[in-house]
């Protein structure tokens, strides 16, 4: 060893074939507990992570020593769902050392991508806005933006779906059973997170009233950190995700000893809070262990920023300018409400002091515009398992209302602007809380922000008018096309370099290729390539045999009414009919793709489901269709899959009710993988429109000021609607009469009956000029030439839609925060403790002392 190396450099692993392969073995051996010759996949697969981790962790230290160093301000993105993916495929291909990684395994006999199949996808979310955390925590490591994701280690993740006889049915998503190589276990970093108890008021000498919370239910927060590899393996940020422990005030010694059991019981039921991940679809109502969750995740997360910033703060006045905590949703929002409780109670901070300190740390996404998904808890609820927190938010209430009613005389705006929603059982709106306690509000795309403005904060829009901003999402590029897509992305770094990876808007210099014929032909061989590792997936998968030269035609996401999967299924059925109508024309093969799933106690979502699957049996064993129409419906949808399916599809359904999907994602990863887009105007659609050109998008249907309007007006008549469209009464009249479920002939009964009756997401109303668009696609897949041209605009043009620019622009306009890049630096100056009243007798030395940060912290 050259004896001048800077002693950071030992220890350091080595990125090479020779010494991953040393590693492997050393992790199979000494950790592991097998030789080569006894070793299952999974052994593998722990042994192979294991290795690459060791790779990742010097990395991992300097950048936490790096962002100490400079006492930057971090962002805290607080998230109840992060849908991560696999990580070891993310994380060779971020380090650069896939092939190294694949030849060192083929040298001791081992495939790689056998290793790579048995990770399991930890589905820590339900879709979208989990996704949207996990693509940003890839986007801040990659940018060398200073960012901690903090959430749950959920037990369980999202329910494993299977179909039995086409239906629906939930298992257990176990994803821990075999351990967990990635994460890093933090037994010393612990938090109390309180519940229920009394609040008491106390006066101290000067006669100063304060507040203790007292005979609470003690349960611990405690840390498990998994590292987040940005590109190039240069800044290495972390997901701290808590899980629930008793507190040893579970005093086995206050039990005789026949309760003893019940002590133990008592010790699991309080581990229960992050047992499992809800299944939430739009509109289940709370339950207290829900509730729960949030705070506890909410509260122990606070804790943890409050301490990293009192390690080198001996006041809290610059807590704003070193932390910026992202809300992602409502979920976190009693955050605001903690925050406020830690620096008044706590710290014995004045409340005006406090309110401004907290306003200027949180802002708050927003990502959905449906009433009944809105967050509103109960305020029973709140006052008996929160009740100091309830006593802040009247305040907080008070004190706000105090000020709008200086402005405005009239009634019911003063109660929509309330926290508390007075009708009927009384609720904490927490959007409304959220909004007052943050000092930006965004939205997810140009549409939803509008549509903010208009509908859910239209009052408190008024009353401070510079709050809401409107932030579209995007996706990361590393996971969604580097890795999921590799003929595609070495197809394109061969013809404009690799910096796309990271700048993602230079893929516009493909744009002249569009029309380039030998391009043209590379680029369809990349799809053809990516639809026959699909089409080998659905035969492993439900048996079906597709063709690889038809249009895949691919709707791909949670099953909900207001998606539509409803509207594309009765446009498949129409089209199966026009088939049998006309078997011998030259029909252009389409397969229909489905994936998704409903949440448990979504009723009609499942029927849906089951209704894809009878229509799948029938049409796909119909000798007469055969060839001409296929139809596919995948369980299990997660982000493994996904990455099977966006870079094999050709159309991308996004055909939502307009003013319902607030941005979508699953739009962009398919318009970045080249599918051409057949939405409504809706969400991001609006956006991808705007930068693909209408040429390049088959944008139908009603527009969301069109949808109010026929809503609003009472003058839509679905009956009336049917009555005049033959193609769509056919389609109904057969699901109604069991030509899909001659077992059960009523089956699908709700769903006929609700679009005749009210069709409140007006799928018979854009019927018709949904399958007009729909046939004028399938029409000019018959050009190869058209198609691929708008196929490589769309990959070319959506560079805009990646997490990277939704990143910097929440960086520079709402976090400001700015890259921190690893490197060495004088370290901050320790400060003197920072006042800490202690007014609450809990803590007792429980809170940690170093916070386990690497002891970057020194
Ligand atoms: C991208 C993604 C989503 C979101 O899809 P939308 O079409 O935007 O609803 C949901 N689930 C998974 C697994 C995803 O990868």
Not at 603 to 626: E, F, G, H, W
Not at 743 to 761: A, G, M
Request: aromatic share 10%.
């Amino acid at each position: 060893m050259d004896v001048r190396t800077k002693p950071r450099e030992i220890g350091r692993k080595s990125l090479d074939v020779e010494a991953l392969k040393r590693s492997f073995v050393e992790w199979l051996v000494y950790s592991v507990g097998k030789d080569l010759r006894s070793a299952t996949r999974r052994d593998w697969f722990a042994t192979a992570a294991l290795a690459v981790r060791d790779r990742v962790v010097d990395r991992w230290m300097d950048t936490t020593r790096a962002v100490y160093a400079q006492d930057a301000k971090r962002v805290y993105y607080l998230s109840m769902e992060f849908l991560v993916g696999r990580l070891l495929t993310n994380s060779l291909a971020n380090l650069g050392i896939m092939d190294a990684c694949r030849v060192a395994a083929d040298g001791i006999g081992v495939r790689l991508d056998d290793v790579i199949e048995v990770e399991p996808d930890p589905a820590l979310g339900n879709g979208g806005l989990g996704r949207l955390a996990a693509c940003f925590l890839d986007s801040m490591a990659t940018h060398h933006l200073p960012g901690f994701g903090y959430g749950i280690r959920y037990e369980y993740g999202l329910f494993e779906q299977r179909f039995e006889h086409g239906w629906q049915v939930e298992y257990p998503d176990n994803w821990l059973r075999f351990g967990n190589p990635w994460e890093f276990p933090r037994p010393e970093v612990l938090y109390p997170i309180q519940f229920y108890g009394r609040v008491e008021e106390v006066r101290d000498g000067s006669g100063r009233k304060s507040y203790r919370w007292a005979d609470t239910e003690k349960v611990f927060a405690m840390a498990f950190d998994t590292p987040v590899v940005g590109f190039g393996g240069q800044t290495i940020n972390t997901l701290r995700l808590w899980s629930a422990r008793a507190t040893s005030d579970f005093n086995f010694g206050h039990f005789n000893e026949g309760d003893y059991l019940k002590a133990v019981e008592q010790k699991v039921l309080s581990e229960n809070l992050s047992r499992v991940l809800y299944p939430n679809d739009a509109t289940e109502v709370g339950r207290e262990l829900r509730f729960k969750q949030e705070y506890f995740f909410t509260s122990a997360s606070i804790q943890d920023v409050l301490r990293r910033y009192g390690q080198y703060h001996s006041s809290f006045d610059q807590l704003p300018e070193k932390a910026a905590i992202q809300l992602n949703d409502t979920h976190p929002a009693i955050g605001i409400a903690e925050l406020m409780r830690l620096l008044v109670d706590q710290h014995g901070l004045e409340w005006e002091h406090a309110w401004d300190i907290t306003t200027r740390t949180f802002s708050y996404t927003n990502h959905t515009l449906l009433p009944e998904a809105l967050e509103a808890w109960p305020v029973r609820l709140v006052e008996r398992v929160l009740p100091r927190h309830m006593q802040i938010i009247y305040e907080v209430n008070a004190r706000f209302l105090q000020r709008a009613k200086r402005s405005t005389g009239d009634l019911a705006r003063i109660q929509r602007l309330s926290l508390i929603d007075e009708h009927g059982d009384r609720r904490v709106r927490m959007g409304n809380m959220a909004f007052l306690g943050s000092h930006k509000v965004n939205g997810v795309s140009a549409l939803h922000t509008d549509l903010m403005k208009q509908t859910v904060f239209a009052d408190l829009h008024q009353e401070f008018p510079d709050r809401i901003v409107n932030k579209t999402n995007g996706i990361t590029p590393r996971r969604w096309l580097h890795q999921a897509n590799p003929p595609l992305a070495r197809l394109i770094s061969s013809r404009i370099g690799q910096s796309w990876i990271t700048d993602l808007e230079l893929l516009a210099d493909l744009k002249p290729k569009a029309d380039d014929e030998t391009f043209q032909e590379e680029f369809r061989r990349a799809k053809r390539q990516n639809k026959k590792r699909l089409a080998a997936y659905i035969a492993r998968h439900v048996q079906v045999d597709v063709n690889v030269d038809s249009l895949f035609d691919v709707q791909v996401k949670r099953i909900h009414e207001y998606k539509r999967q409803l509207l594309n299924l009765l446009q498949t059925v129409a089209l199966y009919n026009d088939i049998r109508d006309n078997p011998t024309k030259e029909w252009v093969p389409v397969t229909k793709i489905f994936a998704g799933k409903a949440a448990p106690s979504y009723q009609m979502a499942k029927l849906i489901i089951k209704l894809i699957n009878d229509v799948a049996t029938v049409i796909n064993q119909d000798p007469v269709v055969r060839g001409a129409l296929k139809v596919v419906m995948l369980p299990n949808y997660n982000v493994t899959q996904a990455e099977v399916i966006m870079p094999a599809a050709d159309l991308s359904e996004q055909i939502s009710t307009a003013g319902m999907e607030a941005s979508g994602t699953g739009n962009m990863k398919l318009a970045l993988n080249g599918a051409l887009t057949i939405g409504t105007l809706d969400g991001a659609n609006v956006e991808i429109r705007e930068h693909v050109g209408a040429d390049n998008i088959f944008i139908f249907g009603l527009t969301a000021d069109e949808v109010r309007e026929l809503r609003q007006g009472g003058a839509f008549h679905p009956r009336e609607v049917i009555a005049t469209n033959p193609r769509l009464k056919r389609a109904l009249d057969m699901i109604a009469s069991g030509v899909f479920s001659p077992d059960d002939p009523q089956r699908f009964r709700p769903i006929v009956e609700s679009l005749y009756n009210t069709d409140h997401f007006l799928v018979t109303a854009d019927f018709e000029e949904y399958c007009n668009t729909h046939a004028a696609a399938v029409e000019l897949y018959r050009d190869r030439t058209g198609w691929t041209r708008r196929a490589i605009l769309n990959t070319a043009s959506v560079g805009w839609f990646s997490a990277d620019r939704t990143v910097k622009e929440y960086a520079s306009e709402i976090w400001g925060v700015t890259p921190v890049l690893p490197g060495s630096a004088e370290p901050a100056e320790a400060a003197p403790p920072l006042p800490d009243a202690s007014r609450e007798g809990g803590s007792r030395g429980d809170a940690p002392k170093d916070g386990g940060d690497l002891e970057a912290a020194e």
